[in-house]
């Protein structure tokens, strides 16, 4: 095999994440967590896709007095679609703050409702298990809520990852290295995401590290 | 012996069973059963490279800017780590704006003793930023593009549903970006969906870590030397 065609093979798992990207259509390719495992959640694989269940991504930021979490999923999809909200999804985020970071320490679990009194469903999102907030966060998705210091929104937004996925696909069918820096396969998409703020002093542990990281489960099981 | 150098030893022991048990699974020899390393078909990525590489110092390799942090204490368990006294910033945390895929690849391609983690994102090989400026504060994600539908945010009365987490069966999870979707084979990504950062953190996957990477070093690293790069991997 020329080894241009290797390389671009080899940078084509690393960069785009993308397994059986030889196999499938660019418009379908994972990259970070997007549409992975994609023997569960990305329709090219498989013909019951557990979209809503597809963490994307996840991203966790400090400032001097706050903690930043974001959960993004069900995405990157077309800019027509509306949000993602599925009653029998639960999604985690989980933090360890402890010796070991892996062993959680708080679990923060977020998932979807509707209010069916006035007709078509109307959505909303209970929060639970944030660190010094007594009982649920709940109100109405695209609305900020705020409760106990900790500030939670659940909506649809622009897909915050960006990468040239698509140039890789044309790189690999023309032979010549394609990626373009202008070009991001993210840009023009939209996703789902919930956004929670929570004061900074109620997550630290010392000095210790803080481990995060996300879940998506399904209610009664795997989609078949 | 310190607590580093007990994980390191831990890890290098782990990584050499699993690569031992890989080895003897690839070549077809009289391998014994895995167990906490299950043989896997690797992504298709690249035929055979002439130079075989070895991949231990690359998750040995320390991170700058991390105080000490090493790669594979980066990717093992599979979680984001913050460290509050420190400013954030990939991969202290993750922020919306931070060129993850490029910084991971030097990461664990490149020696960081001679290049900087930002090196491929200096470059770059991808794009720099989001299409949409993100916000500076609350909720700090771009607006959606286009006219999508916005979901009527006048409810009041929810129907959740209340059943315990043991009622759910996990679907996916996520923690460090890239970890599995670059580092662990395709078919067995359910199975790491399934596990936990603890399960990680026992060495559950360190052998398909060391594995996939390997098999990734020896397609890439002639290329990485090429554009005037030096690889982590020795060559074996």
């Known amino acids: 095999m020329k080894i241009v065609t290797r390389v671009l093979l080899g940078i084509g798992v690393v960069l785009v994440a993308m397994p059986l990207a030889l196999l499938v259509p660019a418009r379908v390719l994972p990259a970070a967590d997007h549409l992975e495992p994609a023997l569960r959640v990305n329709q090219a694989f498989i013909t019951t896709p557990d979209r809503a269940a597809d963490i994307a991504d996840i991203y966790a930021w400090h400032t001097d007095t706050k903690l930043i979490i974001i959960v993004t999923f069900a995405g990157p999809q077309s800019i027509t679609l509306p949000a993602t909200y599925d009653r029998d999804v639960l999604y985690g985020v989980h933090i360890g703050t402890g010796v070991p970071k892996s062993d959680a320490t708080q679990n923060i679990y977020f998932r979807f409702g509707a209010d069916t009194s006035n007709g078509a469903p109307r959505h909303g999102i209970e929060v639970t298990g944030v660190p010094g907030v007594t009982g649920a966060i709940t109100g109405p998705v695209e609305t900020t809520l705020q409760k106990d210091g900790v500030l939670v929104r659940a909506g649809l937004f622009d897909d915050p990852f960006f990468f040239d996925s698509a140039g890789l696909g044309m790189s690999r069918t023309s032979g010549t290295l394609m990626f373009d820096r202008n070009r991001d396969f993210f840009g023009g998409q939209n996703l789902t995401a919930v956004i929670i703020e929570i004061p900074r002093d109620r997550i630290s542990n010392g000095s210790n590290p803080v481990a995060i990281w996300s879940t998506g489960a399904r209610f009664g099981g795997l989609l078949r | ?236």
Do not use: W
């Open chain 2, 1 to 236: 012996m310190t607590a580093a150098f007990a994980r390191h030893a831990r890890f290098a022991l782990l990584l050499a069973t699993g690569l031992a048990l890989a080895a003897c699974n690839s070549s077809g020899g009289d391998a014994p059963p895995r167990t906490t390393v299950t043989a896997s078909a690797p992504d298709p990525v690249a035929t055979a490279a002439t130079t075989s590489y070895d991949v231990l110092p690359c998750f040995f390799q320390t991170v700058p800017g991390t105080g000490g942090t090493t790669v594979s204490g980066l990717v093992i368990p599979d979680v984001l780590t913050l460290k509050f006294g420190s400013p954030a910033g990939f991969p202290n945390g993750r922020r919306l704006q931070d060129p993850v895929p490029d910084i991971t690849l030097a990461a664990i391609f490149l020696d960081l003793t001679r290049h900087s983690p930002g090196v491929l994102a200096a470059l770059p090989l991808n794009p720099p930023a989001n299409d949409r400026p993100f916000r500076p504060d609350f909720p700090y994600l771009a607006l959606p593009q286009g006219t999508p539908p916005i979901a009527d945010a006048t409810g009041r009365t929810f129907a959740f549903r209340t059943d315990p987490v043991s009622a759910y069966v996990r679907v996916d999870r996520m923690g460090m970006p890239a970890v599995p979707t670059v580092l662990i084979a395709q078919s067995r990504r359910p199975a790491y969906n399934d596990a936990n950062p603890s399960d990680d953190a026992k060495g559950n996957f360190v052998g398909e870590l060391a594995e996939e990477l390997r098999i990734l070093t020896n397609a890439l690293a002639d290329d990485f030397i090429a554009r005037g790069l030096t690889p982590c991997a020795k060559p074996a």
